[in-house]
């Protein structure tokens, strides 16, 4: 069982800048992929950043520019970099990883999700 928890998020004026952390935690693991997703009150969830394990980095058309994804493998730990913010990035802020673990069976993929952050932007 892999857990991820989110941190980071808060309120912040438009034009502020946050970073978004999220660890993932466990035994016997190893994190593939990593991303960031957010979801707006009454919308749907939306993938806004993607860092997988070539390195490979995608982002949003609405946060490109704007946003950095990075890693940290030695403390199994993404960050969401948000500049410029606008009140069109306040959403909730969800980290997802794709990760590899040890079973007795042998190694399985498996996707997890954090329980999100919360990120308001207010003008």
């Known amino acids: 069982q892999v857990q991820l928890v989110e941190s980071g998020g808060a309120f912040v004026q438009a034009g502020g800048s946050l970073k978004l952390s999220c660890v993932a935690s466990?035994?016997?693991?190893?994190?593939?992929?990593w991303g960031w997703s957010r979801q707006a009150p009454g919308k749907k969830r939306d993938l806004v950043a993607v860092?997988?394990?070539?390195?490979?980095?995608n982002y949003s058309d609405s946060v490109k520019g704007r946003f950095t994804i990075s890693r940290d493998n030695a403390k199994n730990m993404v960050f969401l970099q948000m500049n410029d913010l606008t009140p069109e990035d306040t959403a909730t802020y969800y980290c997802?990883?794709?990760?590899?673990?040890?079973?007795?069976?042998?190694?399985?993929?498996?996707?997890?999700w954090g329980q999100g952050t919360q990120v308001h932007v207010f003008s």
């Open positions: 997802t990883a794709n990760v590899t673990v040890e079973t007795v069976w042998g190694f399985r993929p498996y996707n997890y």
């Open positions: 466990g035994s016997k693991f190893r994190v593939d992929d």
């Open positions: 860092l997988d394990k070539y390195g490979l980095i």
